[in-house]
């Protein structure tokens, strides 16, 4: 989209992923029904767009692959294979008994479509799942807590597991005092928004080897060469990359057809999350 539209009607325009931010000068030039973003989250994106604008997010496209990831820096997380891959470099045979995922207290934090799928795909893994979201209710056969008992919550979990979308309500819910409630080793994963975690607290408790983190988004993004997270034992860093894999052009192609037939007969489009 770094030129003209090619015509002044356009039924669907479907910004490039990771880029919805950018496009409100090609949009002015142009009448759209629909514009489909290719991600689920879609804080800030309402001030960037023109007047006039339907936005729908991305959802039932990414969170399968985000899920995915989370399991992946977990496990990864937990079974010490960043070591491994930095003996493997040196070729050094370096065996270690490592903190197991089965049998571990989890606290997972958002229970929307990634919470969901995170929560199947831990499933087999044997943990005792505590779910938290904006608001307490019996769903899927779990007891999801409610945000507010999130400090009684936190003493006790050994992995915490953010699927949270960003904005001002959840900006820095994990803070010092979050951080300082977890028990010594605990693991905080990362697959929601950077902003969901103050950087400069998990610093403090990473460098004392109190907190161990995996991350797939970080604050600020991308994280500057010359960022302490970088370098500090226990911290795993993934360069948000939760929803980028195989399965995502095929299922952004599925939603776009179906958002395509569903104008075609005179429908709503699925997941509108603003409209300008």
Same mark, same amino acid.
Not at 61 to 80: G, I
Not at 95 to 111: K, N, Q
């Given at each position: ?127 005792? !799942?505590?779910?938290? +979201? $904006?608001? %307490? *209710? ?5 007891? /999801?807590?409610?945000?507010?008992? #999130? =400090? @009684? ?48 607290? !998990?610093?403090?408790? +990473? $460098?004392? %080897? *109190? ?5 797939? /988004?970080?604050?600020?993004?991308? #994280? =500057? @060469? ?51």
């Amino acid at each position: 989209m770094d030129g003209p539209p090619p015509r002044e009607r356009i039924d669907i325009v479907v910004p490039p992923y990771m880029s919805s931010f950018d496009v409100r000068a090609q949009l002015e030039q142009v009448q759209t029904r629909l514009v489909q973003g290719q991600s689920i989250g879609y804080e800030g994106v309402a001030d960037r767009l023109p007047p006039g604008i339907v936005f729908a997010n991305a959802a039932s496209v990414h969170e399968t692959s985000t899920a995915e990831l989370a399991l992946a820096l977990t496990l990864a997380a937990q079974r010490h294979l960043p070591d491994f891959v930095r003996a493997q470099a040196e070729r050094r045979w370096a065996p270690v008994t490592a903190e197991s995922l089965a049998d571990r207290r989890v606290l997972l934090i958002g229970y929307g479509g990634v919470g969901k799928a995170i929560a199947a795909r831990l499933a087999p893994f044997e943990v005792e !799942l505590t779910a938290v +979201a $904006r608001t %307490g *209710r019996e769903e899927d056969g779990i007891a /999801v807590h409610g945000i507010d008992e #999130l =400090p @009684a919550l936190l003493p006790d979990a050994e992995i915490v597991v953010l699927a949270l979308p960003g904005g001002e309500e959840t900006h820095h819910l994990i803070d010092d005092a979050a951080l300082s409630a977890l028990p010594d080793g605990a693991l905080v994963v990362n697959v929601g928004r950077g902003s969901l975690i103050d950087p400069d607290a !998990l610093v403090v408790h +990473a $460098r004392r %080897g *109190r907190i161990r983190a995996a991350l797939d /988004v970080t604050e600020p993004e991308p #994280l =500057p @060469a010359d960022h302490p997270l970088w370098s500090l034992p226990g911290v795993l860093i993934a360069p948000h990359v939760g929803g980028a894999s195989s399965a995502m052009r095929p299922r952004i192609a599925r939603l776009v057809r179906t958002q395509a037939e569903r104008m075609l007969r005179g429908e709503p489009p699925l997941n509108v999350v603003i409209e300008t």
